[in-house]
């Protein structure tokens, strides 16, 4: 964006970004994820975004939020068994994305360091210091991820394996895709797989009242600002980053269904 502007004599606005979102000619799904993105760095920088939101609504609106196609929902048994044949780097961020519900980029750029706490009962992620995270703003609730119940030992044992500080995988979402698309055992799956058989897996729960809709936002990192049950920004600037404040979020109380 940075060259478009400056070819053409234009500021780093929200208005400006709105015209190199339009000019891009891309489609309509793709406009939208321009535009969320360039709405999350301009909030996270302090700049204005009020012209890019109205965009993303509109964009919203004329159904570019709806996908062409959605990837198959992958299920945890077929996920845990693939997971235990590979190597531990890989199978350590296979389980986190199926506990967190997360994108497979999410967690394959995790360091070392954002695990804030590793026991075999017990595994707290901050997510602020990924790619995705370093857009968003640090004072929401979902910016944490408690890991608990089923597999959560198993994650503690092989992050004793695993070299410290290293990405937790160097291996891309394209990478995974490819490495899937010539496996027989996965074939038909790809890495967002992961997060939508995660999420499909939760949504009885909500049915039989087991678990609030709401907590299932915060662990996908869907959670609107000022949704039903969350802290606000001032408490959580209060709060700061630790453990105590990632237990008092609760998503520990949906990863222990995964």
């Not at 360091?113 to 609730?141: C, N, S, Y």
């Not at 039989?208 to 969350?230: A, M, Y």
């Not at 600037?237 to 237990?247: F, S, W």
């Amino acid at each position: 964006m940075l060259a478009w502007t400056s070819a053409r004599g234009l500021g780093m606005t929200a208005d400006s970004a709105c015209l190199f979102v339009a000019a891009t000619g891309i489609r309509p799904q793709g406009q939208l994820a321009y535009t969320k993105a360039l709405s999350a760095s301009f909030g996270a920088m302090g700049f204005e975004n009020h012209p890019l939101r109205v965009l993303a609504k509109a964009l919203r609106g004329g159904g570019a939020a709806i996908p062409d196609s959605q990837a198959t929902p992958l299920e945890k048994e077929k996920l845990v068994s693939y997971a235990r044949l590979q190597q531990p780097s890989v199978h350590l961020a296979l389980l986190v994305a199926w506990k967190t519900a997360s994108r497979w980029a999410e967690v394959a750029d995790l360091s070392f360091a954002q695990f804030l706490l590793v026991t075999q009962k017990e595994v707290i992620v901050d997510w602020f210091q990924t790619p995705k995270g370093r857009t968003h703003d640090p004072f929401k609730a979902s910016r944490f991820a408690v890991i608990q119940g089923p597999l959560t030992t198993e994650i503690a044992m092989l992050f004793k394996k695993c070299a410290p500080f290293a990405p937790l995988t160097r291996l891309s979402t394209s990478a995974l895709d490819s490495l899937w698309g010539q496996s027989v055992q996965m074939q038909g799956y790809t890495a967002h797989s992961i997060k939508r058989g995660a999420v499909k897996h939760l949504l009885p729960l909500v049915t039989s009242g087991k678990l609030s809709p709401h907590l299932i936002d915060r662990l996908t990192k869907h959670e609107e600002e000022g949704g039903p049950g969350t802290l606000s920004r001032t408490t959580l600037r209060y709060a700061g980053g630790d453990v105590d404040l990632a237990r008092a979020l609760e998503t520990g109380k949906v990863t222990r269904h995964l």
